[in-house]
């Protein structure tokens, strides 16, 4: 079952869910056509003015991470802080972080307090 926040102080909804069947019901409810191409995805992010769509299901935080990357992107681009999408920058951006909460999520859960 999807889960729905409120995304205040900033502008919109963000829905996250596991399920690739369920984000695809959600989609094509909104845009009315299916996404094939993408079914192979580990995890997909769609936004319509303020309605944030996230799908995670390989269930690694390293994709939690990116998805949540192009999610805070959309947010703020909807909230009109800068422009997050210019180019290719937010998806060089969003696999960086991904790659980065990846390697260090595994420390933070260890809780090893020699790491500085």
């Given at each position: 079952?999807?889960?729905?926040?409120?995304l205040a102080p900033w502008?919109?909804?963000?829905?996250?869910?596991?399920?690739?069947?369920?984000?695809?019901?959600?989609?094509?409810?909104?845009?009315?056509?299916?996404?094939?191409?993408?079914?192979?995805?580990a995890g997909l992010t769609?936004?319509?003015?303020?309605?944030?769509?996230?799908?995670?299901?390989?269930?690694?935080?390293?994709?939690?991470?990116?998805?949540?990357?192009?999610?805070?992107?959309?947010?703020?681009?909807?909230?009109?802080?800068?422009?997050?999408?210019?180019?290719?920058?937010?998806?060089?951006?969003?696999?960086?972080?991904?790659?980065?909460?990846?390697?260090?999520?595994p420390i933070m859960l260890?809780?090893?307090?020699?790491?500085?």
């Amino acid at each position: 079952m999807a889960k729905v926040f409120k995304l205040a102080p900033w502008p919109g909804t963000l829905v996250f869910t596991t399920d690739r069947e369920e984000w695809n019901r959600l989609y094509v409810k909104r845009e009315g056509v299916n996404v094939e191409r993408y079914q192979q995805s580990a995890g997909l992010t769609w936004d319509d003015s303020g309605y944030h769509l996230v799908g995670i299901f390989d269930g690694k935080v390293g994709t939690l991470a990116h998805e949540m990357g192009h999610a805070a992107c959309d947010i703020l681009n909807h909230a009109r802080t800068g422009n997050y999408t210019e180019g290719h920058n937010q998806e060089q951006f969003c696999y960086l972080l991904g790659h980065l909460v990846e390697q260090t999520y595994p420390i933070m859960l260890k809780g090893d307090k020699n790491e500085k």
